[in-house]
């Protein structure tokens, strides 16, 4: 799939490299696996004037990697270059560059490498403040991403310009990508939102509707979606993922409020509020719903939702079958999805209305509605003076 959209992405990018020019600059980019970081910083690298250096922090041995870094930047640079022995010589061997822009992409791996890397980094950035250079600070795990950058006690906290979240395309984003029917590009969305590698599966397998994306792209053992998510999320989630899988798969068969996902999963309700508002603050997988009348102290009227529309789909109907899936009972699984889709994406559409309204409707607060009795209405936009259901 060629690179699309991200125009205001771009820009901002190339701000940040001017702002470089007068000091160095250090940026943050966070992002969930698959939305297109890595493939945004390099279009940024191409269209870039200056020298830039894209640098992968995998999880290897540290004089693996220090190894690896010299032979870029000697290819880079066009220049002889000693091998690095460690983090102190390398850090301080970029610090004195000029006019060029440093990726590390997967940049929380140092947790793993060496967590001794940060605090390396930030007394050569922090000694050189003249230096012309942009580091982009490229992650996907946004909880140890946030902790790096973000907290307190952390050595590079307070040092980046921005810290900045790459969302997911919405449906205009994405419009290029999709069938040019609404009838047809609509749900394609609904099922797999805005994830650019996604599409691009569903491209290169030559996928027109959500049927033909289902028997390619899940439908088989060794599927390029069917454990995606689990191995992505696994990561992310490190030893609480068995407990976070089991609240998302809570989630995605309606269960929303805060008793009905604990009587689902059985964790106790005093266990389950700081799961849910790891779930909802630091990964941000999760967002918590008020009926639009109420205000947000009415925490027991509250309930959540999986923010992407194929981790929802993925927990609701892959995870919650897994035995079934291991099977390889894929003409049960298809049937329950055949019987159960239309539910499913009918609760998507009506998230993405609500988005559509809020657009048309900037200056009113948009939602849906509920009560204890049952009856709910999907859509109510309120103004001052107005409201539209």
């Not at 310009?161 to 419009?175: E, M, V, Y």
């Not at 799961?275 to 009227?301: C, N, S």
Request: with cysteine; charged share 30%; aromatic share 12%.
């Amino acid at each position: 799939m060629k690179f699309i959209g991200r125009d205001d992405e771009l820009r901002q990018l190339e701000k940040f490299e001017t702002l470089s020019s007068s000091g160095a600059a250090m940026v943050g980019i966070l992002g969930r696996r698959r939305v297109g970081k890595t493939t945004l910083v390099k279009e940024f690298m191409k269209v870039s004037k200056r020298n830039s250096v894209y640098l992968f922090v995998d999880e290897k041995r540290e004089e693996l990697l220090l190894a690896e870094f010299t032979e870029i930047l000697k290819a880079s640079f066009n220049t002889t270059l000693p091998a690095f022995r460690d983090w102190d010589t390398f850090f301080s061997y970029l610090m004195e560059l000029d006019d060029v822009n440093i990726v590390f992409d997967e940049f929380q791996n140092f947790t793993v490498v060496n967590s001794s890397v940060f605090s390396i980094f930030q007394k050569h950035y922090d000694a050189h403040p003249d230096a012309h250079i942009l580091f982009l600070l490229v992650g996907s795990y946004m909880g140890m991403m946030k902790k790096i950058l973000g907290e307190e006690r952390s050595p590079l906290f307070g040092r980046t310009a921005s810290i900045w979240k790459i969302r997911p395309f919405t449906l205009k984003d994405l419009t290029p990508a999709l069938p040019d029917k609404p009838e047809e590009a609509i749900p394609i969305y609904l099922l797999y939102g805005g994830i650019p590698r996604y599409h691009e599966l569903m491209e290169r397998f030559n996928c027109t509707n959500i049927k033909d994306s289902l028997r390619e792209l899940l439908y088989w053992d060794g599927a390029p979606l069917l454990y995606e998510p689990q191995m992505l999320l696994s990561q992310e989630f490190r030893g609480k993922w068995r407990t976070m899988f089991s609240i998302l798969e809570a989630i995605s068969m309606g269960r929303c409020s805060h008793k009905e996902i604990s009587d689902y999963t059985g964790i106790p309700q005093t266990n389950l509020s700081k799961y849910l508002e790891e779930l909802a603050e630091d990964y941000e997988m999760i967002t918590k719903e008020f009926p639009v009348t109420e205000g947000h102290k009415r925490t027991k009227m509250g309930r959540y939702r999986i923010r992407e529309h194929f981790i929802s789909f993925w927990f609701r109907f892959i995870y919650k079958n897994r035995t079934m899936v291991e099977r390889g009972g894929w003409k049960t699984i298809s049937s329950i999805v055949e019987r159960d889709m239309d539910s499913h994406l009918g609760k998507k559409f009506e998230e993405l209305a609500r988005e559509i309204v809020s657009e048309a409707y900037p200056d009113m607060k948009v939602g849906s509605w509920w009560n204890r009795q049952g009856e709910e209405i999907d859509i109510i936009a309120r103004g001052k003076n107005k409201v539209i259901y």
